[in-house]
């Protein structure tokens, strides 16, 4: 799963290999150094953010999934809405309700069109 997210994120001279890829943790290890610049496409970046949310997601790291979701909001605020992950996303910290996110996810919600 953590290959397939990191396959959309990499760039040209970052190779990434299945062992590497074996565990959440190397997953954003791996993410972490694929970080797009900002003279990357902002379709490049918007998958990266998304990944990296997806990630932390899965990690129950709501605060860092959060901010990820916030930082594609700010380049790209239809993928918050359109995009199956990121809605996933925000579903999964809607229902965990993090009293400390809960402002930020309220606005995430409400661009994506999810009742809150």
């Known amino acids: 799963m953590e290959a397939v997210l990191l396959s959309r994120t990499s760039d040209?001279?970052?190779?990434?290999?299945?062992p590497e890829a074996t565990t959440l943790?190397?997953?954003?290890?791996?993410?972490a150094a694929a970080q797009p610049g900002e003279d990357r496409p902002l379709e490049r970046q918007a998958a990266y953010h998304i990944c990296q949310a997806r990630a932390y997601t899965q990690r129950r790291d709501d605060a860092e999934a959060t901010l990820a979701l916030l930082k594609l909001a700010e380049i790209s605020p239809e993928?918050?809405?359109?995009?199956?992950?990121?809605?996933?996303?925000?579903?999964?910290l809607i229902r965990r309700d993090n009293y400390l996110i809960r402002t930020e996810v309220a606005r995430l919600a409400k661009l994506a069109g999810i009742p809150y």
Do not use: F, K, M, W
């Open 25 to 31: 943790v190397n997953a954003l290890r791996l993410l």
């Open 79 to 92: 993928d918050i809405r359109y995009d199956a992950n990121a809605s996933h996303c925000i579903q999964h």
């Open 12 to 18: 040209p001279g970052i190779e990434l290999t299945p």
